[in-house]
């Protein structure tokens, strides 16, 4: 019965090849999710088809060894989900129990016909029929191809009859079979919000409690947003989630308050590890409530939450705690900072703090805390954006952090930035050998200062700087000088790899002095992307991998300094990746924590 139904659905690989010895033997089979490829453990007889990713609804991975070539032919494989239709001239039973691969040569196979996906795959032009019937994967290698593919999508799935897994519970009985009677496939989603027909209200929360009972006994992920449901089902969606609260791992709730969670008070969460919180509530009692329920959740390690006043009262399993959010929007509270920054202290483990505060303006920062600066002593990440200079200087005051290894201030409003300089001179005087990446948004700083700064962080590799005024002096100073023989003469910061500029401040400029500054900014590109090999040998430059010039700057020099430009574009021929966005400096930043 299921070789029947089989017949009725095409796969096609795109070719790509890896050189025999990228794989330790014969056997080795690799999986490729998202660009990135995964060892898969498998045994020397199991050379099958295996996952790769959910680009499209399905893609496999076919590794097949040519001992005369000594190299292996990997195919990124993806189901089309398209039912041969009966006018296709590749529609008899011996073609349909095939899998069409391709290996760079041999005749076409035909692709046209009606789609039941809303996705479609490229295809390669030139495909070779591959003498491998569907059918005779095993179990374990369907069920490895699937989860991999669900993990590759990076998302939490949907109940969604065209999206896995219910999309694969649709193929055939032995894939239905397969996907229900494996947990993992229902142990994370994203929960809808309910149809708009009252008649479909009661089949939607029949549908989401089959879906959590097909989980059984998993760790439960999820994520819901309650900001759009009617007010009387959210009691729905409560009853149903706390009933799995034991097994709650990963989630993300998004509610307007608290309120209706007056309907069931919340249970313990004892496997709970991240939760990110969005909710606007002044409620005293349900606050208590949700501290006590989180009190019993030993392996939080993840905690994303707007303030409250009530939050002195929670009691967090600090110890355990690795990353912490905190954001406020429109409330001012003076006792906040008198407990945030002291609770840092019962983090031992925490590698990464961000805090932003927004509409504080009346804010007291508490004096005894800059003198008495808070060891955090894991701390690899610092994330402060504040409205006020105050609250960012006491920040870098208030916590000593003597591994941190990103930095990153954002002054919410383009305002007096006085006294920032020496903050951040003394902040860098006893971090200089660890920090490797600092960005700052909407900050002005002297140009002098800047470089005194710069200068303290020798061995910083990224370098954001996003609505930040930098002047010439800036430029100059990180502009790398060689000698005849090609070693390092002059320059500063020798160890930038990523550079990202947001030049929109250029504007204030008078026009006269832009194509000087273009002049300077192309100087320091080409000076540490053109690095001597002395210099790199013996100096120990680094050469620069990426460089972003926000689309502002992009057009200022389009216009104003056309030569630059070309030197610029000459650059990125060469191998420099030069885009608009920071993303390469955000990607290397994220690596540390």
Known sequence: MFRKRAHRYRFFISPFSRPASRLTCLADIYIWAGGCRVPSKLTPTQLYPIAVAFKSPLAIALCSGRRSTGIYEIGSLCMIGDRLSSTSPCNSDSEKNRIIASDGGGSSACSSAPAILPFRYTLAQSWHTVNMDTTYLPNEILLEIFLQSLLASGRFPEPDPTSPPVLLTRICRRWRTLVRSTPLFWSSLTIPRPPHRQSLVGSFFISLGAWLTLSQNTPLSFRLTLLEVPEHLRPLYVSLLFMEGARWKDVFLEILDYNFLLSRPPPSFPTLEKLVLNHRTRDSHISKALCAALKSSPLLRDLDVQWHPLMSEW??????????????????????????????????????????????????????????????????????????????????????????????????KLSDVEGLAEGLLDFASYRSSSLRVLQLENLDLPDVKFVEVLGCMPNLAALSLSNSKVGQPVFVALSLAYSTSGRLASGQNTELEHIYLDTKHLREFPERYLPEIYVCIVDMITSRWRVPTSAADEGGVRQLKSFSLSEAGLEWIDMGALDQLKIIHGCREEGLIFGERRDHVVAYAKQFY
Do not use: E
Request: charged fraction near 15%; include cysteine; charge should be positive.
């Open 315 to 412: 009691s967090l399993p600090w110890p355990s705690l690795r990353r912490l959010t905190l954001y406020s929007d429109g409330m001012s509270h003076r006792d906040y900072l008198s407990w945030a920054v002291p609770n840092l202290s019962s983090c031992p483990d925490l590698i990464s703090f961000t805090i932003r505060l927004q509409n504080h303006f009346d804010l007291v920062y508490p004096s005894q805390a800059i003198s008495q600066a808070i060891l955090v002593p894991r701390l690899k990440n610092l994330d402060i954006a504040c409205n006020t200079m105050d609250g960012i200087k006491f920040f870098c005051r208030a916590i000593h952090a003597p591994d941190l290894w990103v930095l990153s201030l954002n002054l919410l």
